[in-house]
């Protein structure tokens, strides 16, 4: 369950997660990045639905551009960079080998 909460602490909504969800992210204005150990889903909180759906390894990091034109969904071994509301991958690296390096999105 995702309790909607006030600033004074008090619950306004309850919304039942259509997936089992690990982490929980900003997803834009009334919505809500929900990550499981098989997808990424961007949920409408106020429509009830989901706006789209991504087959990934588990994200741990969402890091969003300076405009919120674009997203960046960073796992363990794996990064994907997309359109919010269009989920088809502009990107995505897949590495399995350890990195002493870090991945930069501008």
């Not at 997936?19 to 409408?44: K, Q």
């Not at 796992?75 to 080998?97: D, I, Q, R, T």
Request: contains cysteine; proline residues 5%; positive net charge.
């Amino acid at each position: 369950m995702i309790e909607i909460r006030d600033l004074s602490n008090t619950i306004v909504k309850t919304i039942k997660a259509p997936v089992v969800t690990n982490e929980i992210f900003y997803g834009g204005t009334a919505s809500l990045i929900l990550s499981s150990t098989t997808s990424v889903v961007l949920y409408d909180i106020q429509q009830g639905k989901i706006l789209a759906e991504l087959n990934s390894p588990p994200v741990k990091y969402v890091v969003w551009s300076a405009d919120n034109s674009l997203v960046a969904l960073l796992g363990k071994h794996s990064a994907f960079l997309l359109h919010p509301c269009e989920y088809p991958c502009l990107m995505s690296v897949n590495s399995y080998h350890r990195r002493k390096q870090k991945l930069l999105v501008e």
